[in-house]
Every structure is written in structure tokens, then in C-alpha cells.
């Protein structure tokens, strides 16, 4: 059996690139190895809860508007931007505020600090007034192919691109140094949080302009909606969507992809696959290393993508619980400021590490029973820490379960400190550690937010993009298609899928037969 485009992964970039590819009248197929579609855009269902599995929320809606328009969808989609607080010690604000705002409640917190505010916001504005519409203008943030086309007009060009490389590749502590001397101030502002900066310039700019400019919003009929309105966009054009249906490899030949082997050993041919699953994935699992030319697949192999995260899901009383110092949807909190102690046992120390709390049911109050509310909990945590209790694909040792159960506890208890009476509003609990995003999210070792964001690694790959790859055909899709989410993780996603379905319909070898 045959097809123009076989995709792989239902995910958000996925469904987007073949609703894109089947309205233009191309045949497309979609694989997806779970039972569901969406990824880990999607939701489950505990006990008359409905939960996120994944994302909570993202950023420029009017370019996921303009996405869906062109897949052909017409749905009315409303957004409710959502707030975000952090709590610590020293430091109690909400920083989803305008950037002067925050500036202003900077300085009166850290009046010391007044003159080095001044000089970094002034700095911040003038790299993100650069910066914001890049990936319209720089080279680096357009496929290959779009780059080589015969009579492409030149763009404009907001700022020199020399200086995007080196905003890339200059850590954001140096900026943050040379104006402030105050450690928990350049941690905020370094990672919008309490851990130390590590992130590039050019990627901090980006996340304050979305945070305080752009805003964070959810979508009215949920993320799981847009998973639902691309697939029936899919469907309704003549394309197939097969779920329980996992790929085993991507067939290659002289370096150009001719289809794929399903896990059930079926052979599907297609002049063109494209990729929802991450890279790593991708070309360590799917594809023969002997197809991929070495270097390529050393940097891949090589470059980290971000963590993975524990995330527990609570079904609740809200009327029980003490809300006051919760100001915002999402709340990052951490109780003490302690010296990290060495060890696995750090991960553990939740009063001494960040948590995001969300309280989900603002967003989704059709999403809980008459009465009651929802709350997400999520703290980072590393796979390997839960590495040795996985046995094999969705199977765990004995003591897997409740060794999970104490750290759900436990974070439940430290989160008490900041929403007293939580403990006690609690009906219903469920978990995901770093092993569920792996086996259920079908994420490589529970990744959750693409590449890693650490400014040393900025120059790993040559491009912004990498929807385009070294076996001929073989597009990617999907947040990691991008080495940098700067439109955050569902624009990025979209934005992928319009870049490669264009890659594909903008080809002139197609068989038309």
C-alpha cells in the first residue's frame, strides 16, 4: 500500500502537517503507537476528572488562529491568558505583569538594585526589539530549501544576523552580571524562577517577551481540542489517521526514504515521511546507523535534550482549601532556600526545589465535577533517577509503585505550606514520573520541552531548524524540529508542520499517478 506522506507520531506537529498536506489533496497516512491521538497534547480521566497529560497552556494564539485557518478549520476558539507567581523566601511576585511592572516591583523590592534594573531592562527591551520576529527574517530559522529557491525575495532584515549568532550563543548571566549583584534577583530574572541561569541571551529575551508582552494563554476547547479539530481536519480531506499502530523502522535506500515497517510488520511505501517523534528517537531507534552520516548522528546523539518532570494530578474540595497566596493560574513555589545537598537525594528535598502548582480547573471548569477543582503539581526530575525501576516497556519492579507513592505525598506536603488544607481537600490522585513520559508520551528518556536550553550547546547545529535532515525525504516535525522554541511549544509545533508540508507540496518530483 502506497501513499504521497506517511507521518509518523499524531502529535500537535503531525496532525498539523498532514491537515496541511491533505487539504492541498496529497494522500497521507498517520501512524501513531499509542491508543489516542494528541501526544501528550492530550488528556485522561480519573473518577469524573479530566486531566492534561502534557502542556497547560502557550503563547501566540493569533498565530495558532492563522495555522488552523490555513489547515481549513473555521472553529471559533476563544483564549484566556493565564498568570504566573512565584513564591520563595525572598520573593513574592507576579511576573506575568508588563515588563515595567515588573521592573517597578523589582525595585522596590531590591531598591539597591534600582540603577542595574534600569541598565538590564533597557538592555532586555532593545535584544527582544531585535529579536522578536526573527525567525521571519534569518536564514538560520528557514529550511534549506527555502533558502536555495530560485527568485526568493530577500528579506528584510531587522537586526545583523552576526548578532543573533552571538545573543545564541552568549549565556545570560553574563548580561545579568554585568548589571546586578544580587543572587536571587539574577536567578528570577535569569530563569523567570529560582534556579541558577543557564539559558542563552537570545532565549532569554524570548521568554520574558512571551511571558510579560505576548502573554500565555489557553485555548477555550482545551489543547487536546486542537489535536481533535487537526484530526477531523485530516479525516474529512480523504486522509487515514491509524492509532495502536506503531512504526518499527523507516525503510531507506541509496539515502532517500521509500516508506516505512510498521510493528506489526506491515510495508508501507511513500516518497516522503515525516517525523512527530523527537530525533533521538528517530535516528537511534528507528532508522539504520549506517544510513546517517556519522558526524550528524554524533551531534544528535550527543546533544541533551531538556528533563523530564514528576507531575501529580489532584482531583479536589477547593471550598477546603486556604487559596490566599495563590494569586495567579500557576504558582511556582519553593519553601526554602537551603544549600542543594549532593546526591540523589536532592530530587527528593521538595521544601528546597521549585514546584509548579497550576490550579488546571481555572482553565477547564467543564473538566471537573459540579463543585469541585483540579490542581497539577510538577516538579523537574531526572530520568535516570527512575531509570532502575523500569523492567521494560511499560513494565516496573515491585517497588516502583510505592516508592512513587511516597514522593507523591511528600510533594502534596510541601505544596500544603503554600495552599494549607490541601492535604485534606484531596479526592483524587494520580502520577506520572519521568517513566510515563517515556512509555506513555513516547518521549526519549521523558523529555518534556524539546532541546536543552543550556547556552553552551547553542552552537550544536548549524541551523535553528531541523526539518530537514540528511536522508533525503525524511522531514521532522513537531517542538523538536526547532533547537530553540521560540514560539514556545504548540506554535513551534504548528509553525514545523507548516514549514515541512510546504517543503513537501513545493516539490516538483512528485508522482502524480
Given amino acids: 500500500m502506497s501513499f504521497d506522506v506517511i507521518v509518523i507520531g499524531a502529535g500537535i506537529g503531525g496532525l498539523g502537517c498532514a491537515a496541511r498536506l491533505t487539504k492541498a489533496g496529497r494522500r497521507v497516512l498517520v501512524l501513531e503507537k499509542n491508543n489516542h491521538i494528541g501526544g501528550t497534547a492530550y488528556v485522561f480521566h480519573r473518577k469524573g476528572f479530566t486531566f492534561p497529560m502534557g502542556p497547560l497552556s502557550f503563547s501566540f494564539p493569533d498565530?495558532?488562529?492563522?495555522?488552523l485557518a490555513a489547515a481549513g478549520i473555521e472553529a471559533e476558539i476563544g483564549f484566556r491568558r493565564n498568570h504566573f507567581q512565584l513564591i520563595s523566601p525572598s520573593l513574592d511576585i507576579i511576573y506575568s505583569a508588563r515588563l515595567n511592572s515588573v521592573k517597578r516591583e523589582l525595585a522596590n523590592a531590591f531598591p539597591?538594585?534600582?540603577?542595574?534594573?534600569?541598565?538590564?531592562?533597557?538592555?532586555?527591551?532593545?535584544?527582544?526589539?531585535?529579536?522578536?520576529?526573527?525567525?521571519?527574517w534569518h536564514p538560520d530559522y528557514w529550511p534549506k530549501t527555502a533558502r536555495l529557491k530560485p527568485g526568493r525575495e530577500k528579506p528584510r532584515l531587522s537586526s545583523d544576523p552576526a548578532r543573533i549568532l552571538e545573543y545564541s550563543r552568549t549565556p545570560c548571566r553574563r548580561l545579568l552580571d554585568r548589571h546586578l549583584s544580587d543572587p536571587t534577583l539574577k536567578n528570577f530574572l535569569g530563569s523567570q524562577g529560582t534556579s541558577e541561569p543557564e539559558m542563552s541571551v537570545l532565549t532569554l529575551a524570548f521568554m520574558w517577551n512571551v511571558m510579560s508582552e505576548v502573554g500565555i494563554w489557553s485555548p477555550s476547547c482545551g489543547i487536546h481540542g486542537l489535536a481533535d479539530l487537526l484530526a477531523e481536519a485530516v479525516m474529512r480531506n480523504g486522509g487515514d489517521i491509524r492509532v495502536n499502530s506503531g512504526v518499527k523502522d523507516i525503510r531507506i535506500e541509496k539515502g532517500r526514504v521509500t516508506g516505512v515497517r510498521t510493528e506489526s510488520?506491515?510495508?508501507?511505501?511513500?516518497?516522503?515521511?515525516?517525523?512527530?517523534v523527537d530525533p533521538k528517537k528517530t535516528f537511534l531507534e528507528l532508522c539504520s546507523a549506517a544510513d546517517i552520516p556519522r558526524p550528524f548522528l554524533a551531534t544528535i546523539a550527543a546533544t541533551p535534550y531538556t528533563g523530564s518532570e514528576l507531575c501529580v494530578y489532584l482531583g479536589l474540595e477547593p471550598q477546603k482549601v486556604d487559596w490566599k497566596r495563590m494569586r495567579a493560574t500557576h504558582l511556582f513555589y519553593q519553601h526554602k532556600e537551603e544549600p542543594i545537598r549532593a546526591g540523589p537525594e536532592a530530587f527528593e528535598d521538595f521544601e528546597n526545589r521549585e514546584i509548579e502548582l497550576c490550579r488546571w480547573s481555572d482553565n477547564a471548569p467543564d473538566h471537573v465535577p459540579p463543585g469541585k477543582g483540579s490542581l497539577v503539581l510538577r516538579v523537574s526530575f531526572p530520568y535516570d533517577h527512575f531509570a532502575g525501576y523500569r523492567t521494560g516497556e511499560k513494565k516496573r519492579t515491585a517497588g516502583y509503585r510505592a516508592y512513587k507513592s511516597a514522593l507523591t505525598q511528600k510533594l502534596i506536603a510541601v505544596?500544603?505550606?503554600?495552599?494549607?488544607?490541601?492535604?485534606?481537600?484531596?479526592?483524587?490522585?494520580?502520577?506520572?514520573?519521568?517513566?510515563?513520559y517515556a512509555d506513555w508520551g513516547r518521549r526519549y528518556q521523558g523529555s518534556i520541552a524539546g532541546w536543552t536550553w543550556r547556552a553552551e550547546h547553542g552552537r550544536s547545529f548549524?541551523?535553528?531548524?531541523l526539518i530537514e535532515t540528511p536522508l533525503q525525504n525524511l522531514l521532522f516535525v513537531g517542538i523538536y524540529a526547532a533547537t530553540e522554541l521560540f514560539l514556545g511549544g504548540v506554535p513551534t509545533a504548528m509553525h514545523t508542520a507548516d514549514l515541512a508540508a510546504g517543503t513537501i507540496l513545493g516539490d516538483t518530483n512528485r508522482d502524480e499517478s
Avoid at 114 to 134: C, H, M, N, S, Y
Avoid at 420 to 435: D, I, R, S
Avoid at 462 to 465: E, I, M, T, V
Fill in 63 to 67: 498565530r495558532v488562529r492563522s495555522f
Fill in 112 to 136: 539597591h538594585e534600582k540603577p542595574g534594573l534600569e541598565a538590564f531592562f533597557r538592555d532586555l527591551t532593545e535584544i527582544i526589539r531585535q529579536t522578536e520576529d526573527v525567525h521571519l
Fill in 265 to 276: 510488520g506491515e510495508a508501507l511505501a511513500a516518497p516522503w515521511v515525516v517525523s512527530n
Fill in 415 to 436: 505544596s500544603e505550606n503554600a495552599l494549607p488544607g490541601l492535604g485534606t481537600a484531596v479526592e483524587v490522585v494520580e502520577t506520572a514520573t519521568p517513566l510515563t
Fill in 462 to 465: 548549524k541551523g535553528k531548524l
